[in-house]
Protein backbone atom coordinates (compact mmCIF):
# COMPACT_ATOMS: atom_id res chain seq x y z
CA UNK A 1 0.00 0.00 0.00
CA UNK A 2 1.23 3.46 -1.28
CA UNK A 3 0.90 6.19 1.03
CA UNK A 4 1.22 9.96 1.13
CA UNK A 5 3.90 11.21 3.42
CA UNK A 6 1.96 14.30 5.10
CA UNK A 7 1.85 16.39 7.99
CA UNK A 8 -1.41 15.42 9.48
CA UNK A 9 -2.30 18.90 11.03
CA UNK A 10 -2.59 20.51 7.98
CA UNK A 11 -5.51 18.25 6.64
CA UNK A 12 -7.16 18.15 10.13
CA UNK A 13 -9.45 20.69 9.31
CA UNK A 14 -11.23 18.36 7.30
CA UNK A 15 -13.22 16.92 10.31
CA UNK A 16 -13.02 19.96 11.77
CA UNK A 17 -16.71 21.27 11.76
CA UNK A 18 -16.22 23.89 13.87
CA UNK A 19 -13.52 24.77 11.63
CA UNK A 20 -16.17 24.56 8.45
CA UNK A 21 -18.36 26.66 9.75
CA UNK A 22 -16.29 29.90 10.87
CA UNK A 23 -13.53 29.90 8.03
CA UNK A 24 -14.79 29.41 4.50
CA UNK A 25 -12.38 31.69 3.39
CA UNK A 26 -9.37 29.31 3.97
CA UNK A 27 -11.26 25.99 2.16
CA UNK A 28 -9.81 26.73 -1.19
CA UNK A 29 -6.27 26.50 0.20
CA UNK A 30 -6.88 23.05 1.99
CA UNK A 31 -8.68 21.57 -1.57
CA UNK A 32 -5.42 22.63 -3.46
CA UNK A 33 -3.36 20.78 -1.12
CA UNK A 34 -5.38 18.11 -1.01
CA UNK A 35 -5.46 17.86 -5.45
CA UNK A 36 -1.75 18.53 -5.01
CA UNK A 37 -0.80 15.97 -2.24
CA UNK A 38 -0.28 13.32 -5.28
CA UNK A 39 -2.77 10.63 -4.56
CA UNK A 40 -4.79 10.01 -1.24
CA UNK A 41 -4.08 11.43 1.83
CA UNK A 42 -4.80 9.32 5.01
CA UNK A 43 -6.86 11.59 7.87
CA UNK A 44 -7.01 10.02 10.96
CA UNK A 45 -10.02 10.05 13.47
CA UNK A 46 -8.59 8.63 16.43
CA UNK A 47 -6.23 10.08 18.60
CA UNK A 48 -2.40 10.01 17.28
CA UNK A 49 -1.13 7.73 19.79
CA UNK A 50 -3.51 5.35 18.99
CA UNK A 51 -1.49 2.06 18.39
CA UNK A 52 -4.29 1.49 15.64
CA UNK A 53 -5.20 4.66 13.65
CA UNK A 54 -8.41 4.36 12.58
CA UNK A 55 -9.91 7.20 9.62
CA UNK A 56 -10.01 7.69 6.10
CA UNK A 57 -8.71 8.47 2.92
CA UNK A 58 -9.24 11.72 1.34
CA UNK A 59 -9.74 12.25 -2.47
CA UNK A 60 -9.76 15.94 -3.87
CA UNK A 61 -8.22 15.19 -7.97
CA UNK A 62 -11.35 15.22 -10.38
CA UNK A 63 -9.89 11.92 -11.63
CA UNK A 64 -9.68 9.92 -9.01
CA UNK A 65 -13.13 10.86 -7.81
CA UNK A 66 -14.86 10.36 -11.18
CA UNK A 67 -12.83 6.93 -11.10
CA UNK A 68 -14.75 5.87 -7.78
CA UNK A 69 -17.43 6.60 -8.75
CA UNK A 70 -17.86 4.69 -11.75
CA UNK A 71 -16.84 1.84 -9.56
CA UNK A 72 -19.60 0.65 -7.12
CA UNK A 73 -18.21 -3.01 -6.96
CA UNK A 74 -14.96 -1.25 -5.77
CA UNK A 75 -16.01 1.21 -3.41
CA UNK A 76 -19.45 0.51 -2.26
CA UNK A 77 -21.76 2.63 -0.59
CA UNK A 78 -23.77 0.15 1.24
CA UNK A 79 -21.77 0.46 4.41
CA UNK A 80 -22.39 4.14 4.54
CA UNK A 81 -22.09 7.40 2.97
CA UNK A 82 -20.29 9.85 5.58
CA UNK A 83 -17.23 10.03 7.27
CA UNK A 84 -18.18 8.47 10.51
CA UNK A 85 -19.98 5.36 10.79
CA UNK A 86 -23.78 6.21 12.01
CA UNK A 87 -25.87 4.26 14.69
CA UNK A 88 -28.09 1.76 14.46
CA UNK A 89 -30.96 4.24 14.70
CA UNK A 90 -29.41 6.68 12.30
CA UNK A 91 -29.47 4.28 9.40
CA UNK A 92 -32.35 2.80 10.33
CA UNK A 93 -34.12 6.10 9.36
CA UNK A 94 -31.84 7.79 7.08
CA UNK A 95 -30.69 4.47 5.10
CA UNK A 96 -32.05 4.72 1.48
CA UNK A 97 -30.68 4.02 -1.96
CA UNK A 98 -27.63 6.47 -1.82
CA UNK A 99 -26.62 4.21 0.93
CA UNK A 100 -27.20 1.29 -1.37
CA UNK A 101 -25.53 -1.59 -3.50
CA UNK A 102 -26.74 -3.35 -6.46
CA UNK A 103 -29.02 -5.49 -6.75
CA UNK A 104 -30.91 -3.38 -3.77
CA UNK A 105 -29.78 0.31 -5.13
CA UNK A 106 -30.83 -0.98 -8.71
CA UNK A 107 -34.51 -2.08 -7.78
CA UNK A 108 -35.40 0.85 -5.42
CA UNK A 109 -33.42 3.03 -8.34
CA UNK A 110 -35.61 1.82 -10.76
CA UNK A 111 -39.10 1.93 -8.78
CA UNK A 112 -38.64 6.12 -7.60
CA UNK A 113 -37.40 6.34 -11.60
CA UNK A 114 -41.55 6.53 -12.64
CA UNK A 115 -41.80 9.71 -10.66
CA UNK A 116 -38.90 11.25 -12.33
CA UNK A 117 -39.47 10.21 -15.87
CA UNK A 118 -38.79 12.39 -19.12
CA UNK A 119 -41.91 13.16 -19.80
CA UNK A 120 -42.82 14.18 -15.64
CA UNK A 121 -40.08 16.25 -15.49
CA UNK A 122 -40.44 17.85 -19.38
CA UNK A 123 -44.29 19.06 -17.34
CA UNK A 124 -42.46 20.54 -14.34
CA UNK A 125 -41.80 24.12 -15.67
CA UNK A 126 -44.82 25.42 -15.13
CA UNK A 127 -45.14 24.42 -11.48
CA UNK A 128 -41.72 26.00 -10.88
CA UNK A 129 -42.66 28.85 -12.40
CA UNK A 130 -45.79 29.41 -10.15
CA UNK A 131 -44.55 28.50 -7.33
CA UNK A 132 -41.45 30.58 -8.16
CA UNK A 133 -44.12 33.23 -8.26
CA UNK A 134 -45.93 32.78 -5.40
CA UNK A 135 -43.15 33.12 -2.99
CA UNK A 136 -41.72 36.01 -4.86
CA UNK A 137 -45.20 37.79 -3.79
CA UNK A 138 -44.84 36.89 -0.15
CA UNK A 139 -41.22 38.00 -0.03
CA UNK A 140 -41.07 40.87 2.93
CA UNK A 141 -42.30 44.36 1.46
CA UNK A 142 -39.61 45.96 3.53
CA UNK A 143 -36.63 46.03 0.96
CA UNK A 144 -34.79 43.11 3.03
CA UNK A 145 -34.97 39.49 4.11
CA UNK A 146 -33.76 36.31 5.01
CA UNK A 147 -32.90 35.35 1.84
CA UNK A 148 -32.22 31.32 3.02
CA UNK A 149 -35.44 31.59 4.98
CA UNK A 150 -38.10 33.54 2.47
CA UNK A 151 -36.75 31.91 -0.82
CA UNK A 152 -34.40 29.46 -1.06
CA UNK A 153 -35.80 27.05 1.44
CA UNK A 154 -39.24 27.36 0.01
CA UNK A 155 -38.92 27.09 -3.49
CA UNK A 156 -37.54 23.28 -3.80
CA UNK A 157 -39.30 21.85 -0.67
CA UNK A 158 -42.70 23.54 -2.05
CA UNK A 159 -41.95 21.63 -5.66
CA UNK A 160 -40.98 18.44 -3.67
CA UNK A 161 -44.25 18.45 -1.77
CA UNK A 162 -46.37 19.70 -4.99
CA UNK A 163 -45.10 16.74 -7.02
CA UNK A 164 -45.54 14.55 -4.29
CA UNK A 165 -48.92 15.66 -3.24
CA UNK A 166 -47.92 16.63 0.39
CA UNK A 167 -50.73 18.91 1.86
CA UNK A 168 -49.17 22.37 2.61
CA UNK A 169 -49.99 22.43 6.00
CA UNK A 170 -47.06 20.19 6.62
CA UNK A 171 -44.51 22.62 5.26
CA UNK A 172 -43.43 24.28 8.39
CA UNK A 173 -42.46 21.04 10.19
CA UNK A 174 -41.03 19.35 6.89
CA UNK A 175 -38.68 22.34 7.18
CA UNK A 176 -37.88 22.20 10.89
CA UNK A 177 -37.40 18.42 10.11
CA UNK A 178 -35.37 19.22 7.18
CA UNK A 179 -32.91 20.92 9.14
CA UNK A 180 -32.34 18.89 11.55
CA UNK A 181 -31.59 15.83 9.65
CA UNK A 182 -29.43 17.37 7.36
CA UNK A 183 -28.15 19.93 10.42
CA UNK A 184 -27.63 17.73 13.07
CA UNK A 185 -24.40 19.06 13.75
CA UNK A 186 -25.16 22.13 13.92
CA UNK A 187 -26.36 23.72 17.59
CA UNK A 188 -28.85 25.77 16.34
CA UNK A 189 -30.35 23.11 14.97
CA UNK A 190 -29.73 20.52 17.01
CA UNK A 191 -28.53 22.80 20.78
CA UNK A 192 -27.93 19.55 22.89
CA UNK A 193 -24.97 18.22 20.66
CA UNK A 194 -23.94 15.18 22.52
CA UNK A 195 -23.71 12.04 20.83
CA UNK A 196 -27.63 10.60 22.60
CA UNK A 197 -28.62 14.59 21.79
CA UNK A 198 -28.02 14.18 18.50
CA UNK A 199 -29.48 10.76 17.69
CA UNK A 200 -32.48 11.68 19.65
CA UNK A 201 -33.29 14.50 17.57
CA UNK A 202 -32.95 12.94 14.60
CA UNK A 203 -34.53 9.95 15.49
CA UNK A 204 -38.27 11.91 16.63
CA UNK A 205 -38.46 13.84 13.60
CA UNK A 206 -37.48 10.96 11.61
CA UNK A 207 -40.19 8.88 13.12
CA UNK A 208 -43.02 11.76 12.88
CA UNK A 209 -41.75 12.07 8.72
CA UNK A 210 -42.29 8.64 8.52
CA UNK A 211 -45.44 8.57 10.37
CA UNK A 212 -46.64 11.44 8.04
CA UNK A 213 -45.69 9.84 4.46
CA UNK A 214 -47.03 6.43 5.53
CA UNK A 215 -50.33 7.72 6.16
CA UNK A 216 -50.15 9.61 2.65
CA UNK A 217 -48.80 6.25 1.43
CA UNK A 218 -51.83 3.89 2.55
CA UNK A 219 -54.09 6.63 1.56
CA UNK A 220 -52.73 6.74 -1.93
CA UNK A 221 -52.95 2.62 -2.39
CA UNK A 222 -56.70 3.34 -1.59
CA UNK A 223 -57.25 6.26 -3.30
CA UNK A 224 -54.43 7.15 -6.25
CA UNK A 225 -53.91 10.37 -7.36
CA UNK A 226 -52.03 11.93 -10.43
CA UNK A 227 -49.24 12.57 -8.29
CA UNK A 228 -45.36 10.94 -7.27
CA UNK A 229 -46.88 9.16 -4.94
CA UNK A 230 -48.87 7.17 -6.48
CA UNK A 231 -46.98 6.20 -9.32
CA UNK A 232 -44.81 4.68 -6.34
CA UNK A 233 -47.34 2.82 -4.49
CA UNK A 234 -49.99 2.25 -6.69
CA UNK A 235 -48.64 0.49 -10.29
CA UNK A 236 -49.09 -2.70 -12.13
CA UNK A 237 -44.78 -2.74 -11.51
CA UNK A 238 -43.43 -3.47 -8.01
CA UNK A 239 -43.85 -1.20 -5.68
CA UNK A 240 -42.23 1.00 -2.76
CA UNK A 241 -43.96 -0.17 0.69
CA UNK A 242 -45.28 3.13 2.83
CA UNK A 243 -41.87 2.62 4.72
CA UNK A 244 -39.63 2.63 1.96
CA UNK A 245 -41.23 5.76 0.26
CA UNK A 246 -40.90 7.46 3.75
CA UNK A 247 -37.61 6.73 3.67
CA UNK A 248 -37.09 7.92 -0.27
CA UNK A 249 -39.20 11.25 1.36
CA UNK A 250 -36.44 11.80 4.23
CA UNK A 251 -33.87 11.39 1.12
CA UNK A 252 -35.78 13.89 -0.84
CA UNK A 253 -36.26 16.40 1.67
CA UNK A 254 -32.33 16.12 2.07
CA UNK A 255 -30.51 15.95 -1.40
CA UNK A 256 -33.79 17.49 -3.57
CA UNK A 257 -34.22 20.24 -0.96
CA UNK A 258 -30.91 21.11 0.16
CA UNK A 259 -28.88 20.76 -3.22
CA UNK A 260 -31.37 23.40 -4.83
CA UNK A 261 -31.63 25.64 -1.75
CA UNK A 262 -27.61 26.24 -1.18
CA UNK A 263 -26.84 26.57 -4.73
CA UNK A 264 -29.74 29.38 -4.76
CA UNK A 265 -28.02 31.20 -1.66
CA UNK A 266 -24.57 30.44 -2.78
CA UNK A 267 -25.74 31.66 -6.45
CA UNK A 268 -26.85 34.72 -4.94
CA UNK A 269 -23.78 35.64 -3.03
CA UNK A 270 -21.86 34.70 -5.66
CA UNK A 271 -23.53 37.05 -8.41
CA UNK A 272 -23.23 39.78 -5.95
CA UNK A 273 -19.49 39.19 -5.34
CA UNK A 274 -19.30 39.28 -9.44
CA UNK A 275 -21.72 42.05 -10.31
CA UNK A 276 -20.06 41.91 -13.85
CA UNK A 277 -21.08 38.72 -14.94
CA UNK A 278 -24.30 38.89 -12.98
CA UNK A 279 -24.67 42.30 -15.84
CA UNK A 280 -23.52 39.51 -18.61
CA UNK A 281 -25.89 37.19 -17.38
CA UNK A 282 -28.82 39.37 -17.24
CA UNK A 283 -28.44 41.10 -20.33
CA UNK A 284 -28.73 38.30 -22.18
CA UNK A 285 -30.40 35.25 -20.03
CA UNK A 286 -31.86 32.55 -22.54
CA UNK A 287 -28.21 32.03 -23.68
CA UNK A 288 -26.51 32.34 -21.08
CA UNK A 289 -28.62 30.71 -18.03
CA UNK A 290 -27.59 27.03 -18.78
CA UNK A 291 -24.07 27.94 -18.47
CA UNK A 292 -24.22 29.85 -15.94
CA UNK A 293 -26.12 27.64 -13.57
CA UNK A 294 -23.82 25.06 -14.46
CA UNK A 295 -21.10 27.40 -13.05
CA UNK A 296 -23.00 28.12 -10.32
CA UNK A 297 -23.20 24.55 -9.08
CA UNK A 298 -19.54 23.79 -9.69
CA UNK A 299 -18.40 26.89 -7.52
CA UNK A 300 -20.75 26.13 -4.68
CA UNK A 301 -20.66 22.21 -5.01
CA UNK A 302 -23.40 22.21 -2.17
CA UNK A 303 -22.46 18.20 -1.29
CA UNK A 304 -19.22 18.61 0.67
CA UNK A 305 -18.29 14.79 0.86
CA UNK A 306 -19.58 11.37 0.25
CA UNK A 307 -17.70 7.91 1.23
CA UNK A 308 -17.10 4.71 -0.42
CA UNK A 309 -15.75 1.79 1.46
CA UNK A 310 -12.97 -0.37 0.08
CA UNK A 311 -14.60 -4.03 -0.84
CA UNK A 312 -11.64 -5.87 -1.20
CA UNK A 313 -7.81 -6.10 -1.17
CA UNK A 314 -5.80 -4.69 -3.95
CA UNK A 315 -8.26 -1.98 -5.42
CA UNK A 316 -5.99 0.24 -6.99
CA UNK A 317 -6.16 3.90 -8.41
CA UNK A 318 -4.05 5.19 -11.35
CA UNK A 319 -2.78 8.49 -13.30
CA UNK A 320 -3.62 9.62 -17.25
CA UNK A 321 -0.39 7.33 -17.74
CA UNK A 322 -1.68 3.80 -16.32
CA UNK A 323 0.70 3.92 -13.19
CA UNK A 324 -0.36 2.62 -10.27
CA UNK A 325 -0.64 5.72 -6.96
CA UNK A 326 -2.71 4.04 -4.62
CA UNK A 327 -3.24 0.50 -3.34
CA UNK A 328 -6.13 -0.27 -1.22
CA UNK A 329 -7.06 -2.62 1.75
CA UNK A 330 -10.63 -4.01 2.39
CA UNK A 331 -12.46 -2.22 4.49
CA UNK A 332 -10.66 0.97 3.49
CA UNK A 333 -12.64 4.25 3.93
CA UNK A 334 -12.43 6.62 0.68
CA UNK A 335 -13.88 10.26 1.20
CA UNK A 336 -14.11 12.32 -1.79
CA UNK A 337 -14.20 15.64 -2.11
CA UNK A 338 -16.88 17.16 -4.62
CA UNK A 339 -15.96 20.93 -3.98
CA UNK A 340 -12.26 20.06 -4.29
CA UNK A 341 -12.50 17.71 -7.58
CA UNK A 342 -14.82 21.12 -8.62
CA UNK A 343 -11.38 23.03 -8.55
CA UNK A 344 -9.12 20.78 -10.42
CA UNK A 345 -6.82 22.99 -12.53
CA UNK A 346 -6.21 19.66 -14.47
CA UNK A 347 -9.65 19.90 -16.14
CA UNK A 348 -11.00 23.37 -15.45
CA UNK A 349 -9.16 26.71 -16.79
CA UNK A 350 -8.76 29.29 -14.19
CA UNK A 351 -10.76 26.76 -11.48
CA UNK A 352 -10.89 29.65 -9.00
CA UNK A 353 -12.18 32.19 -11.14
CA UNK A 354 -16.32 32.16 -11.80
CA UNK A 355 -17.02 32.26 -15.22
CA UNK A 356 -21.42 31.92 -16.41
CA UNK A 357 -19.89 31.21 -20.01
CA UNK A 358 -17.39 28.42 -18.77
CA UNK A 359 -17.04 25.21 -21.59
CA UNK A 360 -17.01 22.79 -21.55
CA UNK A 361 -17.82 22.10 -17.63
CA UNK A 362 -17.19 18.59 -15.92
CA UNK A 363 -18.13 19.76 -12.52
CA UNK A 364 -19.53 16.63 -10.25
CA UNK A 365 -21.86 18.89 -8.17
CA UNK A 366 -24.47 15.90 -8.20
CA UNK A 367 -21.69 13.01 -7.86
CA UNK A 368 -19.31 11.38 -10.30
CA UNK A 369 -20.88 9.14 -12.87
CA UNK A 370 -22.00 6.13 -11.64
CA UNK A 371 -25.01 4.36 -10.78
CA UNK A 372 -25.58 6.55 -7.73
CA UNK A 373 -25.77 10.21 -10.00
CA UNK A 374 -28.43 12.34 -8.71
CA UNK A 375 -31.63 11.14 -9.72
CA UNK A 376 -33.08 14.77 -9.43
CA UNK A 377 -30.52 16.85 -11.66
CA UNK A 378 -32.95 17.88 -14.00
CA UNK A 379 -34.88 19.57 -11.83
CA UNK A 380 -31.98 21.56 -9.73
CA UNK A 381 -31.24 22.63 -13.18
CA UNK A 382 -34.91 23.99 -14.12
CA UNK A 383 -35.60 25.21 -10.97
CA UNK A 384 -32.23 27.25 -10.69
CA UNK A 385 -32.66 28.34 -14.40
CA UNK A 386 -36.31 29.59 -13.46
CA UNK A 387 -35.33 31.11 -9.82
CA UNK A 388 -32.46 33.30 -10.70
CA UNK A 389 -34.67 34.74 -14.03
CA UNK A 390 -37.96 35.23 -12.19
CA UNK A 391 -36.01 36.47 -9.17
CA UNK A 392 -34.07 39.59 -10.67
CA UNK A 393 -37.40 40.59 -13.21
CA UNK A 394 -39.02 41.15 -9.93
CA UNK A 395 -35.75 42.23 -7.82
CA UNK A 396 -33.30 43.67 -10.80
CA UNK A 397 -30.92 45.65 -7.74
CA UNK A 398 -31.71 42.38 -5.26
CA UNK A 399 -28.22 42.00 -3.33
CA UNK A 400 -26.25 39.37 -0.91
CA UNK A 401 -25.87 42.45 2.06
CA UNK A 402 -23.53 41.09 4.74
CA UNK A 403 -21.09 37.34 5.53
CA UNK A 404 -23.18 34.19 4.56
CA UNK A 405 -24.26 32.18 8.46
CA UNK A 406 -22.46 29.10 7.36
CA UNK A 407 -23.98 25.72 8.52
CA UNK A 408 -21.53 23.48 10.97
CA UNK A 409 -21.32 20.82 8.48
CA UNK A 410 -18.42 19.14 6.47
CA UNK A 411 -21.15 17.04 4.39
CA UNK A 412 -23.16 19.83 2.81
CA UNK A 413 -22.05 22.92 1.63
CA UNK A 414 -25.19 24.84 3.53
CA UNK A 415 -26.00 28.78 3.81
CA UNK A 416 -28.27 29.11 7.14
CA UNK A 417 -28.25 32.30 6.89
CA UNK A 418 -28.06 35.33 4.14
CA UNK A 419 -28.98 38.41 4.63
CA UNK A 420 -30.71 40.30 1.18
CA UNK A 421 -31.55 44.20 0.41
CA UNK A 422 -33.39 44.89 -2.95
CA UNK A 423 -35.81 48.08 -3.91
CA UNK A 424 -39.54 46.37 -2.69
Known sequence: MSAIDTDEQQFAPLIDLRWWQERPAERSELYRR??????????????????????FWAIGAHRDVVDISRRPGDFSSGQGTQIFDQTAEMREYRGSIIDMDDPEH????????????????????????ETTAEILEE???????????SFATLLPLRIIDTMLGVPREHEQFILRATNIVLGASDPEYVPDQTVAGIGAAVTEVSEQLIELLKGIAE??????????????????????????????????IGAGNETTRNALTHGLLILSAHPEQRDRLLANYDDMASTAV?????????????????????????????????????GDKVVVWYPAANRDPAVFDQPERFDIARKPNNHIAFGGPGPHYCLGAHLARLELNVAFQMLYARYPDITAAGEPVMLRSNFVNGIKHLKATYTP
Open 34 to 55: LREAGGPVFVRTNRPDSPRPRG
Open 106 to 129: MRLRKIVSRGFTPRILSELRGLVE
Open 294 to 330: EEILRYASPVIHFRRTVTRDGVTLTDAHGEVTHTFNA
Open 219 to 252: DRIAHPRDDVISKLVNSDEENLTPQELAKFFILL
Open 139 to 149: MPRTGECDFVS
